[in-house]
């Protein structure tokens, strides 16, 4: 019965089809733009790229405490990341630095003893490596915090940690909440990209790959 | 009056099941239109669909559109798509460009067009589908076969006319 | 992806080489070899290697046509002395590297997008993005685009000669095509460098490797669009006009003036060359 | 670039901070850009100096060893490691421009072969043995001999200079030994004798800029005479402007015939008779003559120079009117003219030109004495190596030291060296590679690299004012405990003279001592000692004026004598130098092999020369093997057929056919330099090494040559080089 | 005699039986002549080579192939050779559908079944030839998590989508050709076979509504698949004849391509035709004089391939573009002249046996000659790829190269999968339409009848004809 009955039912499919093409069609018309390339006229932090990682938590020799040093402390990142703003690499800090203040402050702590054991051996402490990015791929901290911190001219003078710290959590993740530093952002290429598209950055592919 | 019954007959040759056609449109069952004539058969038989009238078929709109979806859709796309992947500036040609772009709208256009015929076809087919509880095998041998949905009175009327068309069999059945 | 981008900037975008394209440029970096110079010692080529973290391949692999330098140096011998004894003058060199072209062949025709037009204005070639289809290669009128046939890696830098690798420049592995860059890690570099101290890049700042090697000075390098470097000045001495300055067809950018020596490559390709080359002189003693 | 202040070796101790591997791709599989965290290890540094920043290289100044030119290069380190060699711009020699060769220093010092241990021979094999070992072992054999004949003990070097060879003058003083044998295969001792002879300055200074005309006689300035990179960077000077012309004459043709306006194929051995046929031609227009040279000039009318040299007479006299006509001009003679048993007469007449056409004084001036003779480069020569194989043979020698050369594989097999060697009780070898001379060496003793390195050198050719370039490390040794050759050097010396020598550490303040006393007329006032090193080091050189004296012009007799033909060796043999294998020590640096060769395009083997007509008589074509024989020997090589050489001559290049030199050299192509017949030039006692006769046969094997553009030679009617003609490039360019 | 004669003359016995018809053609899904399973071992062996070689590939890279300038090589040319085989398919399938040549109907099954899998085939290579073929996926125009799309200008891309294109189609066009076999076959199979075809035939059963609309929507897909085809075709030549490149860069490939499509196609339908008619006894089906009509449709083809030839050649000789000129004269003289003149001998001379009655209908004759215009068809693709690469316009890097062993070897490989794929095709699924065959039959033997009842002038009305040629009263 049912057969003979829809077959009755002469255009209506028809009908039904089109409209369902038109609608996909006034859909493609309808979407949304994507990539705003027009950068906010004055920038305190980038708009952070959206996206997770669900990291690893990482045995370091020492276990480092960020929070100490930056959330109670009020130590500026860039006192001890000396190279970020001068070289592509942020670096770690060299041992000296560490025994510049850990010669006087805080000896009796077991990981100041590490530490100090590491110094008086003269060996270097084997940090392990926690943010990377792949080798065909060129950044540089220097354009980034010259860009977010130093281009900014009410950044510079009241340059504290708090200042300093949401730009490097961009891709770090603030530090100021961890012990070791711990990678709880993508760092994918489509990651970048979303940023760069937020922030105005290069769009070109040889500004980040090598 | 509701129709409780359906009946098949199987014919050995399309001008028998041409002419029982012929006998139920010319009203020899009452109350029995052609519109509940459902023929099977073992090919394409264009006289015996002369007999059943005119029953239109809608597959090509859905071809038009799906063309035109897949032309003007697939164009739209892809030149939104250059337009927003700025590295394409290349050999010195423009980021939009027409050539490539009415290539690839045209396979778009047929791609869109033939899925959309296979769309209309399923649909105005009503595939995929269960066979018709009366089919029988013999049909995608040799015979044709000729399904009637009735009421109970018609039922002698119709075995008549199909006896009288030489029938082979007749099955039939009561509809849920 | 968004149709606004494709309204907003409809025409931009449908702007071709001849309208000044869609290219937004920030340099044109360019070169003038002068073949009055070049002794075809080798020295760029080598110095390339050095640089680019070229892969030596070996004579077995060389024979077969997989050799990797970005720079080579030709040698032909003059043709109207096919008959004589000896050849009574020396050879013609020609250092060939990738000729950055504005309107390249070897673009349009990669399937990723893996080789484009940079803002630069260089033939950029994404090692990463490339998926070896060869296709631009196969489209290079200069034939100076290199493919890693094989993995070269572990064979071409047994430790520690790995250690002489670039670290700015990645290290390709097979399957990928590869060509000159013009040194893409240094003008980086020097772009970065200028970005840091709010100015502009100066001309001779740096250079690329084979020019800063090339021991006649043959190779000048430099940015098209500073009108005070040597190389736009070494154009315009002798007349040779890149597409967009003036949107002018191939054949009124030829060389007009026979005394003039600025000529580009299989110029009438019209893939825009942006090395210029200064013709070699005869001396008429034979 | 920067050129920051070096203090002491600190910058040394860094450690890496990405290890090196990381520098590879990643382009192979997988390409997912996550990369997984605490895998890899941060080298952090301890305590650095302030202008060390990871990720930014730094340049430094030092001083190329890739030959014995003297180029200043600088060199990029970065994270401790040095990536890059360029040109020094404060160099005279080569003003921040560098051939192949040195760009290749940094594969002399990451070369995989290189020996990280000292090796001593056990029972007739070399094993390692440890440092304290060798020296040790050294102490007593040198000991040994020092007591009992230590004028028994020799020094075998390639050119030395500087302090290096002052510590080796004194090492030898101090052991009463005179035996310091200097070796080099490509030389030009028989130029500096004539040059000595007739201007009475060994090498003068050539102002290739200033001349209009340059003639030249094999002389390969482009490529392999005295100081190629310097003579490069002039020729672009020469070559702009009103642009001056070039001819070369010489039976095989060169990088610098290639790049000739008029190239001449002289018959080997008889450039002599072409330099005196241009005299006469020059002579009959009216150039004088010296006295001495007259009756020679006069014997050679062009005519029959052409019957003589094949160039024609007209040719000849065409030559001599461009020279007359493009004044001032120069005229040199390189090592196909130096090379023969008569070089010496032969490189007079070339010199006679330059006389004749008042060159001297003009375009060749004086250098100047080097105010410090015991820094004066000692260059090498072949004399010496006859000299050190007949001493060999004669078992007048206890202790041999090798460095800076490798005399078993450049010495002819007819000089019995190899053989002579076994007469040495004690041979030690100061090398970076195990090569041949080292396979026969009693104790091998690995040194530094010269990017590792301290030192001082002085080129043979001073281009300008005199300057000791100096040499610094660019790094870390690679190999713990593998000295210097200073150090090593000292380190003998102290075991002979400990108090003499003990106040020095090492090298490195042996050589701050030695700027420190420097005689205060060098040095730039207002300058402490520290700052006076610390500039030094950072401008690579140290200028020590001298005052330039005046040339003479003292042309003697010139005999020559006919060169006659041999029917059983019918082929000159010319073991051409390349700019790039050299004389083979560059054969283990793989982009020197892999470069081709500048005129036959040929990488990764040896070739044969053959003029299409001598190849057609010898029924051969491109890659067949032919077998070259001398009277001393057979090699084996494919055939390159080639317009560019005489068809007399045949021309297989230097630097392949290693047995015993790593795996880029070993087994590659074959070496001339095996079957050259000890022929010695009469004057100066050097090997004749362009004098040797051979003949070829063909062996019937066939293989491909591999080489470069392998199937064209000519553009094919495409505009790929341009050329324009003289007057019209004088015309709108000449100044 | 006679008679016989002329029952050979007929493309099809009109009076076959339905039902004969039906059992003769599903025998072909049970029990076929051994030669078909020889043919499987053949097949699994050339594919076991073309895997090995494309493993060594693989691990060691394309070097083992290719070379510089030479990047293109045999791939690409078998690319070409495989999608041009499927066009054939295509003209059988759709175009004779659309002007109701009947004749096509035994052998369109089997013609679009080839289009279909030497399309999969084709695919293949493009993505072999990848240097770095694991990331062949960044050409489909997905959304991309980086912002990164293809290059749309690329010929490359556009191939992608063509041939994605033409593979759908050509699929659906084939399985929706099928579907009233395909309840044929789900009404004459038991066990797996069943559920399989009453899975795949959706349920067809006949109706006279579900026939209109296969009517229809078949003749709509028949007309899409013919400017696809072209189109297709073009696309491909287009690799060549967009770039820049001497003996490359014609303006003629795009119709050139597509005649060497069709003429490789219809040689390779004559090939398998005899195969399958070999294999599974269907001397009644695949007649002689069908073998005919595909013989000649191909010597026109060869004819008009040869035309385009000659016209591409006569363009660049006229052209006097030196960079062309040189291409084409290395090619008849150069390294490659042995090829280029079997090209030609195969392609344009050996097609004159096809004019020839005696020889048309000589089975070991056509089996021989087929094969080798493919061979020459592949030729063909094979120099023009390859003498461009080895003489364009840079006298420097010119180079003469010869396949690897690598290359061969996934080159036969190729031959093994397609024979593979196609094999099981023929195994599982009626390659004979049958409702096309009952069709042809039935209308033929009405024609037949009509005109034998003129003939014999008797007037009055037909007699009754029966479907299943039994008696009437006979039951």
Not at chain 3, 125 to 148: A, K, L, M
Not at chain 3, 230 to 251: F, I, M, N
Not at chain 4, 316 to 321: L, N, P, R, S, W
Not at chain 5, 271 to 285: A, C, D, G, M, V
Request: aromatic letters at 10%; hydrophobic letters at 40%.
């Amino acid at each position: 019965m049912r057969w003979i009955q829809l077959d009755r039912a002469k255009r209506e499919p028809a009908r039904q089809g089109c409209g369902a093409l038109l609608v996909a069609l006034a859909l493609v018309w309808a979407m949304p733009a994507s990539a705003d390339t027009a950068a906010p006229a004055s920038i305190k932090y980038p708009v952070a790229p959206e996206g997770a990682h669900a990291g690893k938590d990482v045995a370091q020799p020492i276990e480092f405490p960020h929070d100490i040093h930056t959330a109670v402390n009020k130590i500026n990142c860039l006192y001890c990341h000396t190279y970020a703003r001068r070289s592509k690499v942020a670096g770690i800090p060299p041992t000296s630095k560490c025994m510049g203040c850990h010669s006087v402050i805080a000896t009796d702590k077991p990981r100041i003893k590490q530490l100090t054991e590491y110094w008086e051996k003269k060996q270097p402490v084997p940090w392990k490596k926690v943010h990377d990015v792949p080798d065909f791929v060129h950044f540089t901290h220097e354009k980034h915090l010259k860009k977010f911190i130093f281009d900014n001219d009410e950044l510079v003078q009241n340059l504290s940690v708090d200042t300093v710290a949401p730009v490097c959590a961009a891709c770090h993740g603030d530090l100021r909440t961890m012990t070791v530093a711990k990678k709880i952002k993508p760092m994918t290429m489509g990651w970048c990209v979303s940023c760069h598209e937020k922030n105005g950055g290069p769009g070109d592919c040889w500004a980040c790959h090598k | 009056m509701k129709k409780t019954r359906r009946i098949l007959g199987l014919f050995g040759n399309f001008d028998e099941a041409t002419n029982a056609i012929y006998d139920i449109r010319a009203s020899k069952i009452a109350g029995l239109s052609v519109d509940d004539v459902t023929l099977i058969s073992p090919i394409e038989h264009p006289d015996v669909e002369e007999a059943l009238g005119d029953r239109p078929v809608s597959v090509q709109y859905f071809t038009f559109c799906g063309g035109l979806f897949g032309l003007v859709g697939s164009w739209l796309w892809i030149a939104s798509a250059q337009a927003s992947f700025l590295v394409q500036p290349q050999g010195g040609k423009p980021v939009v460009t027409l050539v490539s772009n009415f290539v690839l709208s045209y396979e778009m256009m047929i791609l869109g067009g033939v899925l959309s015929t296979l769309i209309g076809l399923l649909i105005g087919a009503r595939l995929p589908s269960r066979p018709h509880t009366l089919y029988s095998e013999k049909v995608s041998l040799d015979q044709i076969g000729i399904i009637l949905e009735l009421e109970d009175t018609q039922i002698e009327s119709a075995k008549n006319l199909f006896r009288n068309h030489r029938v082979l069999e007749i099955r039939e059945e009561v509809m849920k | 992806m968004s149709l606004e981008n494709l309204t907003q900037d409809w025409s931009r975008y449908r702007n071709g080489i001849e309208e000044g394209g869609f290219h937004n440029y920030e340099h044109r970096w360019g070169m003038a070899i002068d073949l009055n110079a070049c002794i075809g010692c080798n020295a760029c080529s080598t110095a390339c290697y050095a640089e680019n973290n070229l892969a030596v391949v070996g004579k077995e692999r060389f024979s077969k046509g997989h050799y990797m330098h970005w720079m080579r140096i030709e040698r032909y011998w003059d043709e109207d002395q096919a008959k004589a004894e000896f050849p009574d003058q020396g050879a013609n060199f020609l250092p060939m590297l990738c000729q950055q072209c504005g309107a390249a062949p070897c673009e349009p025709v990669c399937p990723v997008a893996a080789t484009y037009h940079t803002p630069d204005g260089l033939n950029a070639q994404v090692y990463n993005r490339c998926i070896g289809s060869r296709y631009c290669s196969n489209n290079c009128p200069y034939r100076v685009r290199y493919f890693n046939f094989w993995s070269y890696p572990e064979s071409a830098w047994p430790a520690p000669l790995n250690l002489q690798l670039n670290p700015d420049i990645t290290v390709r592995d097979k399957g990928v095509m590869e060509k000159c860059t013009f040194c893409v890690q240094r003008i980086r570099v020097a772009k970065d460098t200028a970005k840091m101290e709010n100015r502009k890049i100066k001309d001779g700042e740096f250079t690329t490797a084979c020019a800063q090697a090339c021991p006649t000075s043959a190779i000048h390098f430099g940015d098209l669009m500073d009108a005070e470097s040597a190389v736009t000045k070494l154009w315009a001495k002798h007349q040779v006009k890149r597409h967009d300055d003036e949107g002018l067809p191939v054949s009124t950018q030829h060389k007009q003036n026979p005394a003039l020596r600025g000529y580009r490559v299989l110029e009438e390709l019209n893939t825009d060359p942006s090395v210029m080359y200064l013709e070699r002189v005869r001396e008429e003693l034979a | 670039m920067m050129n920051l202040k070096l203090k002491r070796r600190e910058f040394l101790q860094l450690m890496g901070w990405s290890t090196a591997g990381a520098t590879l791709a990643g382009c192979d599989l997988p390409t997912t850009v996550t990369l997984e965290e605490g895998k890899e290890e941060v080298v952090a540094y301890l305590s650095p100096e302030e202008y060390v920043i990871p990720g930014v290289g730094v340049w430094y100044a030092s001083t190329c060893l890739q030959c014995a030119a003297g180029c200043g290069i600088h060199g990029r380190v970065r994270e401790g490691r040095a990536l890059k060699l360029e040109g020094n711009p404060d160099s005279p020699v080569n003003r921040g421009k560098l051939c192949q060769m040195g760009q290749s220093g940094v594969q002399t010092h990451y070369n995989p072969d290189r020996l990280s241990k000292p090796q001593l021979r056990k029972d007739g094999k070399l094993v390692d043995i440890s440092w304290d070992e060798a020296w040790k072992v050294l102490d007593e054999k040198v000991g040994a001999a020092a007591k009992t004949s230590g004028a028994r003990v020799a020094w075998f070097t390639g050119t030395v200079s500087g302090h290096q060879a002052a510590l080796i003058g004194e090492h030898l003083d101090a052991l009463g030994s005179r035996h310091h044998f200097v070796h080099e295969v490509i030389n030009n001792a028989v130029g500096r004798a004539v040059n000595q002879d007739v201007l009475g300055e060994a090498m003068p200074r050539l102002a290739l800029d200033q001349a209009k005309l340059v003639l030249s006689f094999g002389a390969d300035f482009l490529g392999t005479w005295v100081s190629p990179t310097h003579f490069a960077t002039e020729y672009a000077k020469f070559r702009s402007g009103t642009r001056g012309v070039l001819v070369v004459a010489e039976p095989k043709m060169s990088l610098t015939g290639a790049n000739a306006d008029l190239w001449l194929a002289v018959r080997p051995g008889t450039e002599g008779m072409l330099a005196l046929g241009i005299a006469h031609a020059l002579m009959q227009s009216g150039v004088s003559v010296p006295d001495a040279a007259r009756p020679a000039v006069a014997a050679y009318a062009p005519v029959k120079a052409a019957e003589i040299t094949g160039i024609s007479a007209q040719r000849i006299e065409q030559v001599a009117a461009l020279l007359k006509q493009h004044s001032p001009s120069l005229v040199l003679a390189g090592a196909t003219v130096e090379g023969q048993e008569q070089g010496y007469q032969a490189a007079s007449a070339v010199m006679l030109l330059n006389v004749m056409l008042g060159n001297v004084g003009q375009t060749i001036v004086s250098s100047g004495e080097f105010p410090f003779p015991q820094l004066r480069p000692r260059t090498g020569n072949t004399r010496d190596l006859v000299a050190f194989a007949a001493a060999a043979k004669d078992k007048a020698l206890d202790v041999a030291f090798f460095y800076g050369t490798n005399p078993v594989y450049t010495a002819p097999a007819s000089l019995g060296l190899a053989e002579g060697l076994q007469n040495i009780p004690f041979k030690v070898v100061l090398t970076q590679f195990p090569d041949e001379t080292a396979a026969q060496a009693d104790l091998v003793l690995p040194v530094a690299s010269s990017l590792e390195d301290w030192g001082t050198h002085v080129a043979a050719y001073q281009p300008e004012q005199g300057v000791i370039t100096f040499q610094q490390p660019l790094m870390e040794g690679l190999y713990p405990g593998t000295p210097g050759v200073g150090d090593a050097l000292l380190k003998l010396l102290k075991m002979r003279e400990a108090q003499k020598y003990g106040a020095f550490n090492d090298y490195f303040s042996y050589l701050q001592n030695a700027v420190a006393s420097l005689p205060e007329q060098y040095k730039a006032s207002g300058l402490t000692n520290k700052q006076l090193w610390e500039q030094t080091l950072q401008k690579g050189l140290l200028t020590v004026d001298s005052a330039p004296g005046s040339l003479k012009t003292n042309v003697g007799e010139i005999t020559l004598h006919e060169v006659k033909a041999d029917a059983e060796y019918p082929l000159h043999l010319i073991p051409s130098p390349r700019l790039g294998l050299w004389d083979g020590r560059h054969a283990n640096i793989p982009w020197l092999q892999e470069a081709p060769d500048q005129i036959s395009k040929v990488v990764w083997d040896s070739w044969a020369e053959l003029h299409p007509s001598t190849a057609a008589r010898l029924g051969v074509r491109e890659g067949d093997v032919v077998e070259i024989t001398s009277a001393h020997g057979a090699i084996k090589v494919k055939v390159y057929v080639f317009k560019g050489v005489h068809p007399d001559a045949i021309a297989v290049p230097l630097g392949q056919g290693h047995e015993g030199y790593g795996r880029y050299a070993n087994g590659i192509g074959a070496n001339p330099l095996k079957i050259l017949s000890p022929a010695i030039e009469a004057r100066t006692g050097e090997l004749a090494l362009y004098g040797t006769r051979v003949k070829a046969t063909r062996t019937g094997v066939h293989e491909e040559l591999v080489k470069e553009g392998r199937n064209n030679i000519s553009q094919r009617s495409r505009k790929l080089v341009v050329t324009i003609s003289a007057e019209q490039f004088r015309r709108t360019e000449g100044v | 005699m006679k008679e016989t004669e002329l029952h050979h003359d007929k493309d099809i016995r009109e009076d076959l039986a339905w039902s004969q018809i039906n059992s003769d053609i599903m025998k072909s899904l049970e029990n076929p002549r051994r030669g078909f399973w020889y043919t499987v071992i053949g097949c699994l062996v050339l594919l076991a080579i073309g895997i090995t070689a494309e493993v060594l590939q693989y691990m060691y890279g394309m070097g083992r192939s290719k070379n510089h300038p030479h990047m293109w090589n045999l791939y690409i040319a078998t690319f070409i050779f495989w999608i041009g085989m499927s066009h054939s398919g295509t003209l059988l399938s759709a175009i004779l559908h659309i002007v109701h040549a009947d004749w096509r109907k035994p052998i369109y099954r089997f013609a679009e079944a080839m289009t279909t899998f030497s399309l999969m085939t084709a695919l293949l290579f493009p993505v072999i030839h990848l240097g770095r073929l694991w990331n062949f996926y960044w050409v489909i125009p997905y959304v991309p998590a980086r912002g990164t799309w293809p290059n749309f200008r690329s010929p490359l891309s556009w191939d992608g989508f063509a041939i994605m294109t033409y593979l759908t189609s050509s699929a659906l066009f084939l399985y929706i050709g099928m579907l009233p076999d395909l309840a044929i076959a789900r009404d004459n199979t038991t066990g797996w076979r069943k559920k399989l075809y009453s899975t795949l035939s959706l349920g067809w059963y006949g109706s006279d509504r579900q026939w209109r609309i296969f009517r229809k929507a078949y003749m709509l897909m028949a007309i899409f698949l013919i400017p696809l085809a072209v189109s297709v075709h073009s696309i491909v030549s287009s690799d060549f004849a967009m770039s820049i490149m001497p003996g490359w860069h014609v303006t003629t490939f795009p119709p050139y391509f597509v005649s060497g499509a069709l003429y490789s196609g219809c040689a390779a339908i004559v090939t398998l035709f005899i195969l399958l008619r070999y294999y599974f006894r269907w001397e009644e089906y695949m007649t002689l004089a069908i073998l005919e009509k595909i013989c000649k449709l191909t010597f026109a083809i060869a004819m008009v391939w040869t035309y385009l030839n000659l016209v591409e050649f006569a363009s660049v000789w006229y052209g006097h573009d030196i960079y062309g000129k040189e291409v084409l004269w290395a090619k008849m003289t150069g390294a490659y002249a042995p090829v280029f003149w079997s090209m030609m001998f195969f392609g344009s001379v050996l097609p004159f046996t096809l004019a020839f009655r005696k020889l048309r209908r000589h089975i070991p004759t056509m089996m021989t000659v087929s094969i080798l215009l493919n061979v020459g068809m592949w030729l063909e693709r094979w120099m023009i790829i390859s003498p461009t690469l080895s003489q364009s316009f840079y006298p420097w890097s010119w180079d003469v190269m010869w396949p690897t062993l690598t290359s061969w070897g996934i080159v036969l490989g190729s031959f093994g999968w397609f024979g593979l794929l196609f094999l099981t095709f023929v195994k599982i699924f009626p390659s004979v339409s049958m409702y096309e065959v009952k069709e042809m039959v039935y209308h033929r033997r009405l024609a037949s009848e009509k005109a034998q009842a003129e003939r014999r002038n008797t007037g009055g009305a037909q007699p009754a004809f029966s479907l299943s040629m039994r008696k009437e009263d006979g039951s």
